[in-house]
């Protein structure tokens, strides 16, 4: 059973540019969430999606954009990038949340 | 005031000693609470999930909740250096679909 996996660990990008982050979820687990933790604080739920539907979304403008796939896998995009997106992105799977999630390692996105 | 709130800290105890790590809710209604360790630069692991009043324990933690207190709180028992992380209190939040929303987190360290 594979965990939760993200790519990439690390990028860097400009302000204004735009960003894809990849998600695949564990084996069995049909939810995928993302959420934004900045540096000395907790993560921030930005969106979940459940079999390919958006289900439920945090306080994030809408540049914060989402798909799943019919494997589950999810993508996070984030358009028109500011300085303060610069956190880590972390996807969790879980199968339902009433029992947590499995975080994948997270990506850490840099805006210079 | 945030929905969940944990105590800042840094916490530090000695090793050997009982770790006490408190966290508390806005949402009356929540009904599923969490306790994630994250390690430096990692992300968060699920530790332990507790549902009703009272005690769970599992191993050297146990965690507690009094849902008339909106409370909750992980002890860790015969603490190790090895436990030194942050801990991170996670409530699926009515008010929030039912979404996990995390605390900010605890910074332990246990001292040799």
């Known amino acids: 059973e594979t965990g939760v996996t993200q790519s990439p660990t690390h990028l860097i990008k400009t302000r204004g540019q735009q960003v894809t982050l990849r998600c695949s979820s564990q084996?069995?687990?049909?939810?995928v969430s993302w959420y934004q933790q900045a540096l000395g604080q907790g993560p921030q739920f930005i969106f979940q999606?459940?079999?390919?539907?958006?289900?439920g979304r945090g306080n994030f403008p809408p540049r914060f954009s989402g798909l799943q796939f019919p494997n589950y896998s999810s993508e996070l995009n984030v358009n028109a990038l500011e300085l303060d997106d610069s956190a880590l992105y972390l996807c969790?799977?879980?199968?339902?949340?009433?029992?947590?999630?499995?975080f994948g390692s997270g990506t850490r996105l840099t805006v210079v | 005031q945030k929905e969940v709130e944990q105590n800042s800290g840094p916490l530090s105890v000695p090793e050997g000693a009982i770790a006490s790590l408190n966290c508390t809710y806005s949402?009356?209604?929540?009904?599923?609470f969490f306790w994630y360790r994250q390690y430096s630069g990692k992300s968060p692991e699920l530790i332990m999930s507790?549902?009703?009043?009272g005690d769970k324990e599992d191993g050297r933690f146990t965690a507690q909740l009094n849902k008339a207190s909106q409370y909750v709180s992980l002890l860790i028992r015969d603490s190790q250096p090895s436990d030194s992380a942050t801990y991170l209190c996670?409530?699926?939040?009515?008010?929030?679909?039912?979404?996990?929303?995390f605390g900010d987190g605890t910074t332990l360290t246990v001292k040799p």
């Open positions: 996670a409530v699926n939040l009515n008010t929030n679909a039912g979404k996990s929303t």
């Open positions: 084996s069995g687990h049909n939810t």
């Open positions: 949402d009356r209604g929540s009904q599923s």
């Open positions: 999606y459940y079999r390919e539907e958006e289900n």
């Open positions: 969790a799977s879980s199968l339902t949340e009433r029992y947590g999630y499995t």
């Open positions: 507790i549902y009703s009043n």
